[in-house]
């Protein structure tokens, strides 16, 4: 009977390493095909449930719309940043490197070149202009001569708005999470608006850089704690009063990181509010009832997507800063348009 | 003419030589690629934050079973929020960590009390699918500190990404091996 050869070491040895070679070689291209294969359109997530949808939150329902929308007014400004109420019913609006004065009535618009681009306008009683920038107070002429400058104290200070009555300038400070409190000729005077447990005051909480304040007529400065979702009445001496206001997506809250951004008080007492994310503008009560809308995101932002493009703080979302005057119309600075929305209380127009 | 101290090759020997050879050369280019690959020449995929739209096609484009696109959190940049739009369903009932309350279908974002009112969100990336949901929360209401890239311990770097492939915002582009991140929060003051 035939045999087979022998099997050398050196043959045994080789053919082992050969056939561990090829299974080395079998198990990385299963691990580099394993790796690679694709996911099968089954195994994927569904996309749909993946969404963000915020459409039905975009809608305002019609009865709680207290406002109609007027003709817009063409401010003319390139870049504009901000909108005040102004003497004898005019109103202020800022933009690159000037300021216009506008008047609802028509008559022939009135604007002042600057060599810097305001954050916020306040007029003074006797005609000249209070005007910030990111780090400065100015005060301007009614020409637009300045006639003083006044740097923050100190901190690392991002001025958002500015506004005052017969004795003081309050000027909101983002940065430092404060209210600066300054004379009408430009000394700075006190600051307040940190965490107080003597003064019951909670501490402003400012995300982002959205911080307003206006003066309403009972003397009170209302301030926006955006991270707080409220607003706070304080005196001018710093002393916290009361505030109001409740965090969620319903329309009679504030929803997002921070809002409201930017308010306005109607001669009655009661507060506008205008919030970013879900661009909503509303009317609170005097004291912080919702009362109705009087534009939601569906009438005030049309193309989203350009919308953000022509806003510079787009990161941060964008807000329509608001203004309002003796019959309690509302004016919404539109940064896409350079327009002033106007809204009218349904019984005005 | 042959020496005649060297003794002949035959044919056997000579194909074993050069199947050796090959081999050798073989393993010179594995490790010469590899070495390439890590040399700082290369380029890989990443998402611009800045372009991303955060259509949530990340999650699912990617040839992977799991997303390699990850949401990161610029912690810096965080206004630590109590209500964080890329922690909390739109419509959330409450502001607490119930599942029915949380925008992320994974639960890869952790919720953790800091002082009033201040709240720190952390992500477990091992959990996130990069579908994008918070990010879309945090970019349209607050200010971006949640954002997508690609982390490329787990990215094969495909020739041509899927992801990439479909990507509406031209988001996904090559950039250096040496520089593979695009962090928020990271630009110089202006």
């Known amino acids: 009977m035939k045999t087979n ?21 079998g198990a990385a291209a299963g691990w580099l095909v394993t790796r690679n294969r694709g996911t099968t359109p089954e195994e994927r997530p569904d996309h749909a449930v993946l969404d963000y949808d915020l459409t039905e939150l ?32 005019t109103l202020l609006v800022g933009g690159t490197r000037a300021i216009k004065t506008l008047s ?32 400065r107070l100015i005060i301007l002429d009614a020409d637009g001569t300045v006639m003083v400058q006044a740097d923050v104290p100190d901190g690392r200070p991002f001025l958002t708005a500015v506004t005052g ?8 400070d983002a940065g430092n999470r404060e209210i600066l409190r300054y004379g009408h000729d430009g000394k700075f005077q006190m600051r307040f608006g940190r965490k107080n447990s003597e003064g019951n005051a909670p501490g402003f909480v400012i995300p982002s850089p959205y911080f307003d304040i206006t003066i309403a007529s009972d003397g009170l400065v209302r301030a926006t704690n955006t991270g707080r979702h409220r607003v706070e009445a304080y005196t001018t ?11 969620s997506m319903a329309i009679e809250s504030f929803c997002g990181c921070c809002n409201p951004c930017y308010i306005s008080v109607l001669t009655d007492g009661r507060t506008v509010t205008s919030e970013k994310g879900l661009n909503r503008i509303k009317i609170y009560g005097v004291d912080g009832e919702f009362e109705g809308v009087v534009a939601g995101p569906e009438h005030l932002v049309r193309d989203r997507a350009e919308a953000e493009r022509a806003c510079e703080d787009c990161r941060v979302g964008f807000a329509f800063d608001v203004a309002s005057d003796a019959e309690d119309r509302v004016y919404a600075l539109d940064r896409v348009t350079g327009n002033l929305r106007v809204f009218e209380p349904r019984g005005l127009s | 003419m042959t020496s005649p101290e060297t003794p002949a090759l035959n044919r056997r020997e000579f194909l074993a030589a050069g199947a050796r050879g090959v081999c050798l050369l073989g393993l010179g280019g594995l490790a010469g690629g590899l070495v390439a690959r890590v040399s700082g020449d290369d ?10 739209t955060w259509c949530g096609l990340c999650a699912t484009e990617c040839v992977l079973e799991q997303s390699a696109a990850k949401c990161l959190h610029a912690h810096a940049m965080c206004g630590y929020c109590k209500l964080c739009t890329g922690f909390f ?14 925008l992320c279908p994974t639960g890869a974002i952790k919720r953790a009390y800091v002082e009033d009112p201040y709240y720190e969100y952390r992500v477990d990336e091992p959990l996130c699918i990069g579908c994008a949901r918070c990010v879309k929360g945090c970019n349209t209401f607050g200010n971006g500190s949640l954002f997508l890239q690609i982390r490329h311990d787990i990215c094969v770097n495909c020739n041509e990404c899927s992801i990439a492939r479909e990507c509406p915002a031209d988001a996904i582009r090559r950039v250096p091996a040496s520089e593979p ?4 929060g990271e630009e110089p003051e202006t």
């Open chain 1, 165 to 172: 009555d017969d004795e003081h300038l309050l000027i909101a």
């Open chain 2, 43 to 52: 380029q890989v995929w990443q998402i611009d934050p800045a372009r991303c």
């Open chain 2, 181 to 184: 991140y695009r962090l928020q």
């Open chain 2, 89 to 102: 369903e739109p419509r959330a009932t409450d502001l607490n960590t119930g599942a029915e309350n949380q």
């Open chain 1, 104 to 135: 609802v009535n028509g008559a022939q618009p009135q604007a002042t070149d600057l060599k810097f681009t305001p954050h916020d306008v306040h007029p003074l009683p006797d005609g000249r202009f209070a005007v910030i920038t990111r780090k």
């Open chain 1, 237 to 247: 001496n710093g002393s916290y009063e009361f505030g109001w206001g409740t965090a």
């Open chain 1, 58 to 89: 975009e809608k305002v329902p019609p009865e709680l719309m207290i406002y109609n929308e007027a003709p817009p007014i063409a401010t003319g400004l390139h870049g504009v940043t901000c909108v005040a109420s102004g003497p004898s019913g």
């Open chain 1, 5 to 25: 050869d022998a099997l050398t070491r050196r043959n045994f040895i080789e053919a082992g390493a050969a056939g561990a070679g090829l299974v080395a070689a």
